[in-house]
C-alpha cells in the first residue's frame, strides 16, 4: 500500500510541475507577444516597412534613373536647340539667295524715229500741156500729148524735152522728131510750135510759158 501511495504521489507531483511547466511556457509566450505588441515589432509591421523602403528604394532608384537619363537628353537638345538657331543666325545678315530682282526690260526710251524732214513736195507753180503731132507725114500723128508741172517757169523747149519724144536739134532748132526730119517732104518742110493757138516768132528755148499754156507742136510740108 506504501508503494502504491508513493506512486501516486509521484505521478500527481508530475502532473503538477508539468502543469507548471506548462503554466510558465504560456505566461513568457504571453509576454513575449504584448512585448512585441507593445514595441511594433510584430512580423507584420516588420515586413511593412522593409516592403516600403524597398518600394522607396526603388522608387528613388528610378527618380534617380529618369534624372539621369532626362538631363543628359535635355541638355544636348538644348545644345541642339542653340546650336541650330545661333548657327543659321549668322548668316542671317547675309542677302537670302535669291534670284536678282532686275527691273522689268522695259524697251529703251528713245526718243520717236522721226520721219526725215524733207521738204514738202510743193505744188507745181507751172502746168503746162503739150501735144506733139506729125500730121499724118510718114506716117505719123499724135505723137506725145501730156500735162506737165514745173517748179520753175519753163521754155517751150523744156517742155518738149519733158513729154517722151527723140529729139534732135538745139534750144533753138528742132530739127526732128521722132525720126520725122526738117526738108523731109520739101524744102521748107520741118517742125513749128503754137503757144494757145498763136505762132511766136522766136526760137522755142526763149519763150517761156506760164502755167496754164497750151503747146501745140506740128509737122509742116511743102
Known amino acids: 500500500m506504501m508503494k502504491k501511495t508513493i506512486k501516486r504521489i509521484i505521478s500527481i507531483a508530475v502532473a503538477i510541475g508539468l502543469i507548471l511547466v506548462l503554466a510558465a511556457c504560456s505566461k ?3 509576454s513575449k507577444q504584448e512585448v512585441q505588441v507593445l514595441s511594433g515589432n510584430t512580423e507584420a509591421p516588420t515586413s511593412a516597412p522593409s516592403e516600403t523602403k524597398q518600394e522607396q528604394t526603388t522608387e528613388e532608384k528610378t527618380t534617380e534613373e529618369q534624372t539621369t ?14 546650336a541650330q538657331v545661333q548657327v543659321p543666325a549668322q548668316p542671317v545678315t547675309e542677302p537670302p539667295t535669291q534670284a536678282p530682282t532686275e527691273p522689268p526690260t522695259q524697251a529703251p526710251t528713245e526718243p520717236p524715229t522721226e520721219a526725215p524732214t524733207e ?8 502746168v503746162v500741156t503739150i501735144t506733139v503731132d506729125g500730121c499724118g507725114y510718114g506716117g505719123y500723128g499724135v505723137m506725145s500729148s501730156c500735162t506737165l508741172g514745173f517748179a520753175y517757169q519753163p521754155s517751150v523747149y523744156d ?13 533753138y532748132y528742132v530739127s526732128a522728131i521722132n525720126g520725122l526730119r526738117e526738108k523731109a517732104y ?3 518742110s520741118g517742125w513749128m510750135y503754137s503757144v494757145n493757138g498763136s505762132v511766136p516768132m522766136m526760137s522755142c528755148g526763149d519763150y517761156f510759158l506760164s502755167s496754164g499754156d497750151n503747146v501745140y507742136w506740128y509737122y509742116v510740108g511743102d
Open 28 to 30: 513568457t509566450i504571453g
Open 69 to 82: 537619363t532626362e538631363v543628359p537628353t535635355q541638355v544636348p537638345t538644348q545644345a541642339v536647340t542653340e
Open 119 to 126: 521738204t514738202p513736195t510743193q505744188a507745181p507753180q507751172y
Open 159 to 171: 517742155a518738149l524735152c519733158n513729154c517722151g519724144v527723140g529729139i534732135e536739134g538745139s534750144s
Open 186 to 188: 520739101g524744102a521748107t
